[in-house]
DNA sequence: CCAAAAGTGTTAGGAGTACACCCATGT
DNA sequence: ACATGGGTGTACTCCTAACACTTTTGG
């Protein structure tokens, strides 16, 4: 199989949003080191694919997910960060829409499997997967205030109501739902839809749309989304 | 010499201050490939060390500095950005106040030099360097507006006045001098000393001394510096 | 006395924040 | 009718940005 970096992986952290929490997805260790522990989805990186090519083909074999967004995290390094042999590990975290994926399993991640965030951190991490975790979440609540990222997490379609949940939700505190309202709504960036919700109880709201492109071209001139 | 790692590198870029410019620290290649052009001090990674042991150790080595800051950036993976094999960069960039500082040839690098940073990015840069480069200023000056790392780009002793110049080089632009310097001021991190500049003409200036262990007890407690 | 750099206040406009009620819908 | 979630306006405060003259010093 590879051979030129026989010691050198990706780690991938990836958050998904649903119920209204976020998770990570975590993949139970069936050998040692860290039997039964729980570890960050990874894998060598092969001869001639870059670092995120690489974490794209894992993510796909292992899990069978497609990510929405990747994001080159940081580089560990130290030199006994796996107790077996000297190994560096170049992690990312990514998100996606989880409501229209399918999680499977494959020889290597029999047990793969969507973990509410402040429950991750409390199970038993295999190597340095914690402090990893850690650094992708904080960088994750840093990004989401200035960079259009959240949409990234929810489905095509969504209502105002879904997208401040999530911020509330990555945020882990409570926001001020008309400031935040008036807020993103004066980026004009959300292309009302003709849709409403409905089959539940309470008053049906307007169904939005991320305008990307919008986006893209306004970020060329200069502007600047901030929460 | 080093064997588990044979085709990882660290590659630093530094910057210092000084004439009122930024300039960064490139090195004249004397070999094949881009024999002639210039490239950022790197070196591979060794086993038992981490990559900023590296980096501290390589540029010691290689040109005898010693970092007042550094962080890592980004870990560049395209298969094909060393012509020659297969090399992946973890790439760091670091501060120094270059003012007491001698810089020294070695064996490796017989041509290191402080090239003004305007000036580096019209340099036929080897590899994939200048993408590096940009990566490292764009960094640097996003982090000088929400962390205090300017300070680490001056002598311990400096004028508000020099302060400002640096801030004005780094972010390549004009700033009104007197909402910068309330600015400053107001995060009480500034101690002032009893010295006072002199021997040139004009007013003499107050110099001043960054508190950074009242700064680290502040950020603890949620403080934010923002310029 | 002149050139150079340091130092210093005020104001107007915009952004952020805090806050509470009515509306539409399904059960 | 009631419970649930959606939608909206105002006032106050604080921060930002724009702006120019006086002071001190060396030559």
Redesign the pocket.
């Known amino acids: 199989m590879n051979n030129k970096f026989p010691n050198i992986t990706v780690d991938a952290i990836v958050f998904s949003y649903f119920n209204e929490k976020i998770h990570v997805l975590l993949i139970k260790r069936n050998f040692d080191p860290f039997k039964d522990n729980y570890a960050l989805p990874g894998a060598f990186i092969k001869d001639n694919e870059s670092a995120d090519d690489a974490v794209y083909r894992m993510l796909k074999d292992e899990t069978g997910l497609n990510l929405e967004y990747l994001e080159q995290l940081y580089t560990f390094t130290k030199p006994d960060r796996d107790p077996r042999q000297r190994i560096i590990s170049i992690a990312y975290y990514g998100l996606i829409n989880a409501t229209n994926q399918v999680l499977k399993t494959s020889q290597h991640a029999t047990e793969v499997s969507w973990v509410e965030i402040k429950e991750a951190f409390k199970r038993n991490l295999a190597f340095d997967h914690k402090e990893i975790m850690l650094y992708a979440l904080q960088r994750l609540r840093n990004k989401l205030q200035y960079e259009p990222i959240g949409f990234d997490l929810l489905p095509e379609y969504f ?4 997208l401040y949940n999530l911020y509330c939700a990555v945020l882990d505190k409570g926001l ?4 935040f ?3 993103i709504l004066s980026f004009e960036l959300l292309k009302e839809t003709s849709f ?11 169904i939005y749309e991320f305008d990307k492109i919008n986006y893209d071209r306004l970020k060329k001139v200069g502007f600047n989304f ?1 929460i």
Chains 1, 2 share one sequence.
């Open positions: 209502t105002i109501g879904e001020d739902r008309r400031n309202t008036r807020k409403k919700t409905g089959g539940h109880v309470g008053r049906k709201a307007k901030e």
